[in-house]
T-cell receptor, first 115, second 113 residues
Framework: NAGVTQTPKFRVLKTGQSMTLLCAQD?????MYWYRQDPGMGLRLIHY???????AKGEVPDGYNVSRLKKQNFLLGLESAAPSQTSVYFC??????????????FGPGTRLTVT | AQSVSQHNHHVILSEAASLELGCNYS??????LFWYVQYPGQHLQLLLK??????LVKGIKGFEAEFIKSKFSFNLRKPSVQWSDTAEYFC???????????FGKGTKLSVKP
């Protein structure tokens, strides 16, 4: 099993450009998540999905959109990138909700720089 | 709103020293508690978790944590650290049956050989 994979690993964007980050999992998990990690801030939840075709906002959703058209994929889009979106983005998946004690499995991360 | 506090930003220890990393949370109801570790250049992985039952939880690589409900704490411990434990450690809490994870800001551990 590959677990959780993320594409691309690194990306540099200019302000105003758009891009899509792809997350894929092969564990048949229902739940998927997008986080951003900034120095000294820990991980903050951007958006999440509790199943195919569903999405919901997390703690810091502004400037991002997501889609979950297939159970195994969760896409994160930036329509008009801003320097404040420079961060490391992690995708995660889980069989059930964290409130039910289910572990989240994380991908390797995407380092995004917006100039 | 739920929150998680990790009081130590950076801890530096020598090999064989004992480790205790503090984690406090604010949530009045039932909680699930997790410690994740991020080794340099790698993704987060689960060290241990508390869901219910024995408040002393044992995890991988000799780590353990104790849930003290009255203190809203879930401190991580290891009796003797190794250089390979150098990493960033994140405490996370999930409240309620459908709650998402709220992460602390992390504690960097540097172990000197």
């Amino acid at each position: 099993n590959a677990g959780v994979t993320q594409t691309p690993k690194f990306r540099v964007l200019k302000t105003g450009q758009s891009m899509t980050l792809l997350c894929a999992q092969d564990m048949n998990h229902e739940y998927m998540y997008w986080y951003r990690q900034d120095p000294g801030m820990g991980l903050r939840l951007i958006h999440y999905s509790v199943g195919e075709g569903t999405t919901a906002k997390g703690e810091v959703p502004d400037g991002y959109n997501v889609s979950r058209l297939k159970k195994q994929n969760f896409l994160l889009g930036l329509e008009s990138a801003a320097p404040s979106q420079t961060s490391v983005y992690f995708c995660a998946s889980s069989y059930g909700p964290s409130g039910g004690g289910y572990e989240q499995y994380f991908g390797p991360g995407t380092r995004l720089t917006v100039t | 709103a739920q929150s998680v506090s990790q009081h130590n930003h950076h801890v530096i220890l020598s090999e064989a020293a004992s480790l205790e990393l503090g984690c406090n949370y604010s949530y009045g109801g039932t909680v699930n508690l997790f410690w994740y570790v991020q080794y340099p250049g790698q993704h987060l992985q689960l060290l241990l978790k508390y869901f219910s039952g024995d408040p002393l939880v044992k995890g991988i690589k000799g780590f353990e944590a104790e849930f003290i409900k009255s203190k809203f704490s879930f401190n991580l411990r290891k009796p003797s650290v190794q250089w390979s434990d150098t990493a960033e450690y994140f405490c996370a809490v999930s409240g309620g049956s459908q709650g998402n994870l709220i992460f602390g800001k992390g504690t960097k551990l540097s172990v000197k050989p």
